[in-house]
């Protein structure tokens, strides 16, 4: 089972700013099999982006997803006030490889 | 529109089983584009997957809650079921339902996606 590490643990930007969010496998992961997620607090989760690169629907652009192996990256071009928040990556697989990494908390400095 | 609705008690005693449905509208669990899931999320902590199943019966557990978890599925009522027993204080948690892609090609076949649709979740407290 291939464990995901996300860094930092807190990202503190303004908004405008560039936030870039890094998730690590422990194992390398088929290129597109990752997905990341945007969690509210008091809210589900909400899917960003699958398959590493796919922005889900009704995602903005400025949100997009890179990487290969064991390096994943979400990037938010230009945060918006909206966007502040917890991120959380997750790997595709069979029972033994689903998993969520720890998060990423995004918040305004 | 889907949408995928928790129920169930939000209180449960400890060594007793935790039993919550997921009522789905919008759309059918019969659709066999798709499968469906459980996953849970301690007080300010993160992500845990515990199951999923396909219409059909066929589930898939997270290896360390394997020995206690049981997901179900009821076409008829459009609806999906997990119990876990033997609770404890670290089972406390928000239970989510939802919608799980995976792959039905034979290159990666039974492979697990990603979550598209969740329910709003329901909080579980394992408390005597």
């Known amino acids: 089972e291939s464990v995901l590490t996300q860094s930092p643990g807190t990202l503190s930007l303004s908004p405008g700013e560039r936030a870039t969010l890094s998730c690590r496998a422990s194992?390398?992961?088929?290129?597109?099999?990752l997905a990341w997620y945007q969690q509210k607090p008091g809210q589900a989760p909400r899917l960003l982006i699958y398959?590493?690169?796919s922005r889900a629907t009704g995602i903005p652009d400025r949100f997009s997803g890179s990487g290969s192996g064991t390096d994943f990256t979400l990037t938010i071009s230009r945060l918006e006030p909206e966007d502040f928040a917890v991120y959380y990556c997750?790997?595709?697989?069979?029972?033994?490889?689903?998993?969520f990494g720890g998060g990423t908390k995004v918040e305004i400095k | 529109q889907l949408q995928l609705q928790e129920s169930g008690p939000g209180l449960v005693k400890p060594s007793e089983t935790l039993s919550l449905t997921c009522t789905v509208s919008?759309?059918?669990?019969?659709?066999?584009?798709?499968?469906w899931g459980w996953i849970r999320q301690p007080p300010g902590k993160g992500l845990e997957w515990i199951g999923t199943?396909?219409?059909?019966?066929?589930?898939y557990y997270n290896p360390s809650l394997k020995s206690r978890a049981t997901i179900s599925a009821d076409t008829s009522k459009n609806e999906f079921s997990l119990k876990l027993s033997s609770v404890t204080a670290a089972d406390t948690a928000v239970y989510y339902c939802?919608?799980?892609?995976?792959?039905?090609?034979?290159?990666?076949?039974?492979?697990?996606?990603?979550?598209?649709?969740w329910g709003q979740g329901t909080l579980v407290t394992v408390s005597s």
């Open positions: 939802a919608r799980h892609r995976y792959c039905s090609s034979s290159s990666c076949y039974g492979t697990l996606y990603h979550f598209d649709y």
């Open positions: 919008g759309g059918s669990i019969s659709n066999t584009i798709y499968h």
């Open positions: 199943i396909y219409y059909s019966g066929s589930t």
């Open positions: 194992q390398s992961l088929t290129s597109t099999y």
């Open positions: 398959s590493t690169s």
């Open positions: 997750q790997q595709y697989g069979t029972s033994r490889g689903l998993t």
